[in-house]
């Protein structure tokens, strides 16, 4: 079909490398890429072996275990709905297959939606990959924004799904700590149990929240590890920032102990890029296109900047 390209070519096709670039970095700044991760575009290890080469600091992925036909839920955007989001691959199998073939490059979902999962097999599946990469994988959750999909898969009623969200990121740690873990709180329940594998760290992997607004912030505020909001989300991103650091002062909390990952839908400049670091933001997650040629594109057009900033 047009379009697509044979087995063996996706990996000429994308270590394929622009010209090197020698500027000091004047900050630096870790920087991911979210993949669409759609069937159609880049398989997870080429494009995990490619980003580790090129010096970028991780690799995302989001989730989405179907898409209803029928629904009355918006897209964030305000916009149609993209067509990739019917076409996403597994998360958990696709940054696997990523860390086998990468050592250093972490890997993360942004994000997972956890209240479509049952609460042991997610804690197995997180676990399993957190040691597999050798404690590389980055926890990013929420509670997404499409009604029907959560009625689909979850007898949670939509206005307490945050409160669905609390319980299970709080069985997930009691699973993770312990070697003889239970759970019985409104919505997640389970008796004594052993869960093996263990993460590479008692409390699991960094959990990263992806929410926003006043109900978002302050579950962030309460006990998430860091926080993975969207540019696009923030409005005036010093009057977000701003917000953020009220809430978890008001959970008393450090914000400086709560890291920022900030996702950006648009390649940012360099001055942009020092700016987020102003504002405290300690990585950028970069949307890349899902494509390979697009990709190589993006990627080509973008290293110059990523060689001032990566470490």
């Given amino acids: 079909m047009p379009g697509e390209i044979e087995p063996g ?18 900050r630096v700044m870790k920087i991911g890429i979210i993949s669409p991760n759609a069937d159609n575009g880049v398989a997870p290890a080429e494009l995990a072996r490619d980003l580790e080469e090129r010096g970028y600091d991780s690799l995302w ?6 898409m209803p036909v029928s629904r009355d ?20 199998v696709s940054l696997g297959m990523a860390a086998a073939v990468t050592t250093r490059l972490k890997l993360g979902t942004a994000v997972c939606q956890v209240l479509q999962h049952q ?19 980055l926890f990013g959750a929420g509670v997404g924004w499409n ?7 979850s007898p949670v009623p939509w206005p307490r799904r945050f409160e669905a969200m609390r319980e299970t990121i709080a069985a997930l740690r009691e699973i993770w700590a312990n070697d003889v873990a239970s759970y019985d709180g409104e919505f997640v329940k389970f008796t004594p149990s052993w869960s093996y594998p263990k993460p590479t760290r008692p409390s699991g992997p960094p ?24 540019a696009s989300r923030l409005g005036d991103l010093r009057e977000g920032f701003a917000t ?5 002062e ?10 920022i990952s900030l996702v950006c839908f648009s390649p940012p400049s360099v001055g942009m890029i020092e700016s987020y670091a102003s504002l405290g933001v300690q990585r950028i997650v970069l949307l890349g296109p899902n494509e390979v040629d697009p990709y190589k594109r993006f990627a080509d057009a973008f290293q110059p900047i990523l060689e001032q900033f990566a470490s």
């Fill in 244 to 248: 953020f650091r009220a809430a978890v």
């Fill in 250 to 259: 008001a959970a008393g909390r450090d914000p400086a102990n709560i890291p």
């Fill in 61 to 66: 992925v989001g989730e989405h275990t179907h």
């Fill in 9 to 26: 070519e996706e990996r000429s096709v994308l270590h394929q490398r622009s010209g090197s670039h020698n500027s000091e970095a004047s």
């Fill in 207 to 230: 959990i990263l929240l992806g929410l926003h607004g006043p109900l978002g912030l302050r579950h962030v505020a309460a006990y998430a590890d860091e926080w993975l909001p969207a």
């Fill in 119 to 137: 609460v042991l097999d997610l804690a197995k599946s997180i676990a399993t990959l957190d040691r597999l990469s050798h404690g590389r994988f």
């Fill in 147 to 153: 009604r029907e999909e959560l009625a689909n898969v």
């Fill in 73 to 92: 839920s918006p897209h964030p955007s305000g916009g149609e709905m993209p067509h990739v989001y019917s076409h996403v691959r597994d998360p958990f």
